[in-house]
């Protein structure tokens, strides 16, 4: 019913269709087929309100990371965190959890140090500074007023 060439041009044509849709979904997933782009760091924080899985990580407003994961460990939040391998964290960096602009969405932010020992793969951030939480501010103002 369809001739060879017919043939030809349709797997052709399926084959460069499945590439394109490896290469998209890798550039848009932002996904490494060989190897890693970014090592892995955690740091504790007594809260993290407003923090989700995926928001950024920041250095001086520069992205050099996501949030991967957050985790409850003893009481405290556990967050995980992947940074470009190219960005190096010295072990005396502070974490914060700070939120762009007055309502906008929560984002790690890191201040580095002046140390000269980096935070390897799977390392954690020691110094952390938590989440101010808005309502626990006027709520403690209002008291305050009160009494």
Do not use: H
């Not at 044509?13 to 890693?36: E, K, M, Q, R």
């Not at 996501?66 to 960005?87: F, N, W, Y």
């Amino acid at each position: 019913m369809f001739d060879r060439k017919t043939e030809m041009s349709v797997g052709v044509f399926v084959a460069i269709g499945i590439v394109a849709l490896i290469y998209l979904a890798v550039t848009l997933g932002n996904v490494s087929l060989i190897g890693s782009n970014y090592y892995s760091v955690s740091a504790l924080f007594d809260s993290i309100t407003g923090l989700k899985k995926g928001a950024t990580v920041e250095i001086a407003g520069v992205v050099v990371g996501k949030v991967k994961g957050i985790s409850l460990d003893d009481d405290m939040a556990l967050v995980d965190m992947k940074i470009l391998k190219e960005i190096k964290v010295t072990d005396d960096t502070i974490a914060s959890v700070r939120t762009k602009g007055v309502i906008g969405e929560k984002f790690i932010r890191l201040s580095p140090g002046g140390a000269d020992d980096y935070i390897e793969d799977g390392g954690s951030i020691d110094e952390t500074e938590s989440s101010i939480s808005l309502e626990e501010l006027v709520s403690k103002y209002v008291f305050e007023k009160e009494g």
